[in-house]
């Protein structure tokens, strides 16, 4: 019994950046990584999986991404996750959702697991679609921001919760093998511990490209392209200066005059 | 002359009511000889036609379904069958959760142009041009289709004006086309009681964020709040941790601040699904150690500073 949960390293702006010579992304030298906050999630539900089996499934974590991205897998397999796959071309660079779903189909074709998961949205972009499009691609069943799980190894179903808008949930089952991107909340995603970092250095990782996967940059052409990239224009917001009393009296004035006291 | 295909949602036989607003996205790029279809998908559609029969709608395809329960499969079958007996160059629809499940494995399966969380749309001669927020909102993107012939693009939900007036769309019966469901639904659950906690009928909340960072820091804001009259909400980390009651949690799944006047966000990014909840109100405060901080770009007032020393000043005021 297998569990794949695919990751991914996101970027995260510093408090000012500028966008790179071409217009089409912010310049590398701005962005911070790491691993996206909703795979932290994901990853538990794995392992929670794992260890109320005794043991009996196995948690690997795959990710597409350059060298860098290695320290999100290493972030999820400090964990507890026993093994990596990491697929990187340099074909990948503008690379989409679409893209990156191809990608880790023929990684699930070569794993054959029993469940894969993501997370429901990745915290830089937000597409919300890289593991659905994965699903679609298997002709795999498939949910979208599940808040609760109940399956274990062997099941023919899940018991699913879809969380919906305003805070309702529908309960479902859902027929195994499945997709489902999971959301923040489903459980308390643990710290791994100094122990678990150093074991995670030595743990396999297979690392792919895409002739390992039988793809070309032709097969995994991306559905959408990035024409130009630029900062919104800012809203009306007038910024208070001055120093924090000052602030706050201003902060102050304002709550008054609007409640009228 | 191209067509366009809006794709309705619903839940329960109740009609998604963003589906007016893709409608809408929809119509900035509709020129004169185009035409524009909505599907509805239900177990009574025709009696949802009415609701979509909306200016610029030009036929309303109903597919009668088993029964009202969510089955993307049957979504996408249906998605599938339509784009490839119309050739749409647009399918869009609402950036709502219920799409999530759908809309990137349709758009797969079809080998389209794909878009999610879509805010503005345009035409450049023939190309296609969406524009997607990027980086926690704070770039924007604009994305084209290279050789698509067609791209299905969901659209962020409260951006547009929901389409309203009315036409006289022709109506198609669709015939559900056969295809496998893996998913039954089992029930529904509530959320939780909100104990006494009103932030839809609040006009005055102070709402803080991942900025309060740990739990023994919130209860000094639950008394700011007080002794400014204000009501405490909070963003979802805050609700998640356990630190506040899920009832306080402001946005897409947790409360709309409806009746909020003024809204003070403290230690909150700004995040689209926060937003959901209260980008409305008139008057918004963020203080954020961050200057980019997206919740700028939609306040009225902005302090780029420290949460905490802000509110331990503010205390001395009221
Ligand atoms: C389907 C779905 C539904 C969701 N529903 C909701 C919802 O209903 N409500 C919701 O809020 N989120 C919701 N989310 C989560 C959302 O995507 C974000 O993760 C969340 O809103 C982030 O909360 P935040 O702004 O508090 O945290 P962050 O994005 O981490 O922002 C924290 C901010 O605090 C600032 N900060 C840090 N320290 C200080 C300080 N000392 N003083 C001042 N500022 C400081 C930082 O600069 C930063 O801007 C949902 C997500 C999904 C996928």
Redesign the pocket.
Known sequence: MKILVAVKQVSVLDDEFEMRDDGRDVDEDFFEKDLN??DHFAVEEALLIKEASGGEAEVVIVTVGDDDADDALRTALAKGAERGVRVWDDSLVDADSVTIAKVLAKVVEREDPDMVFTG??S?DF?H?ATGMALAGLLGWPHAA?VSKLDFKPGDENATIHR?LEG?LEEIMSVTCPAVLSI??GINQPRYASLRGIRQARQKPVDELDLSDLGLSAETVKAASRVRRMYAPERGQAEIIEGSVAEQAARLAEIVKELRGA | MAEILVVAGQRDGVLHPATLEAVAAARTVKTGGDSLAVVIISADPDGLAGALSVEGVDEVITVKAGSNDFQPELVEAVVVALAQAREPSLIATAHS?DA?SFAPSAAVMLGSGFASDVLALKSEGSDLIATRAGY?EKVLVDLEFPGRETTLLTIRTNVFEPAGGSSMPKLTAMDAPACETSLNHLGWKEPADAGGIDIPGSDFILS????V?DEGNVEQFLELADEMGATLG?????ADNGWLAKAR???????LAANCRLYIA?????????Q??MKHIENIVA????PE?S?FSIARYGIV????EIAEELENHF
């Open positions: 906050e909703f429901a949205q915290v937000g919300a921001v969380e805070g959301q923040l | 959760v999530w926690a803080i964020g991942r900025g960072s909070c963003s979802r980390p805050v949690q402001v946005g897409q799944s947790g409360q403290m230690g909150i990014s700004g995040s689209v699904q926060h959901w909840g203080v954020n150690t961050d901080a919740i500073g420290d949460m905490f």
